[in-house]
Structures are given as structure tokens and as C-alpha cells.
């Protein structure tokens, strides 16, 4: 009877071992790699952050009422994680001041990385990301600034700062 409770013990525990390395494979499927659109982040399993992220936020319309000036010829690239809660955050929002702005999304780009902030394909090299979201604003394919992890003021105010060319500091440059 005791080897018999030794097998069941060994079994029992070779299979919650199996289980949970399925489980973190699955968290890890979960993932997306690479370059991404908004609608890739509007499926499950991210469409219920996304969506909580955007129902959550009231845009300021006082703030983005030139952005649709200020953001014509300007390329923007998003460059965030699945896994990262100021990702989660931040681009929902970031979609949806560009929504209410009027402004369509071609002019975006949006590549996803790993927990070690890397992308599958070599998309970020030489882009010198450090945090995540951040986001790129570029003109004439010169980089006029970025928003690295969260705005220092709001999103829109923030948008509207670099793309006036006044005086930005992002939160993560060393002061």
C-alpha cells in the first residue's frame, strides 16, 4: 500500500508539474511579437485591458484641438509589450486621442517586444529603447521626440508639446 501512496504522490506530482508548464507556455502564446495593430490588441485575450484602458479614460478635447494640424506628415511608432501594465495603459489611451482627434491611424506603427524587450525580427535596432510603451514622433524621417513609459503632463498635452518643438523631457532621461 505504501509504494502504491509513493506512485499516486509521483503522479500526482509529475503531472501539476506538466500542468503548470503548460500553463506558463500559454502565458507566454499569449504574447505579441513583432509588428501589431490596434485591432490585433482588440482580440482576446487583450481586448479586455484594452478595452477597460479606453472606456476608462475621458480625453482632454481642450488639449488635441490642433493635433490634427500638428500630426500632419508626422510618422509615429508605439513600441510596447502584451505583458506590460504601462502598455496596457498607455496605448488604449494613446488610440483614443488620436480617435477623438480625427486622425487616421495609418501614419502609426506598433511593434510589440518581449519581456526582454526585444522584437523578433530586428525592428528596434538602433531605436534605443529602454521602457516601455514609448512612443516615437518622427517628421521628415527625423526624430523630434518621444514618450517613454507614461506622459509628464497627459498624453495630449504631452503629443502637443513635441509636436509644437517646444521643450520636452521624457520621464526616463536623467535630469
Known sequence: MKIVNKYI?????ITSGGLVACNAQDKQDEMLLGEISKSD??????????NESDQGYQV?????????KLLNGVEI???????????????PR???????AGINEDSTTMIALD???????????GM????????IFYKDGKEL?????????SLEKDITTILKGSEYRHLKLPK
Open 77 to 91: 511608432k508605439i513600441v510596447m509589450g502584451t505583458w506590460c501594465h504601462d502598455s496596457k495603459r498607455e496605448v
Open 60 to 68: 482632454d478635447a481642450a488639449a488635441i484641438t490642433e493635433l490634427d
Open 94 to 100: 494613446f488610440y483614443k486621442i488620436l480617435s477623438a
Open 145 to 153: 521626440n518621444r514618450i517613454v513609459e507614461k506622459p509628464a503632463v
Open 115 to 125: 519581456r526582454k524587450k526585444r522584437a523578433p525580427n530586428s525592428e528596434i535596432d
Open 128 to 135: 534605443g529603447i529602454t521602457n516601455t510603451p514609448t512612443f
Open 9 to 13: 504522490t509521483l503522479f500526482i506530482i
Open 41 to 50: 490588441l482588440q482580440k482576446v485575450p487583450y481586448a479586455a485591458w484594452y
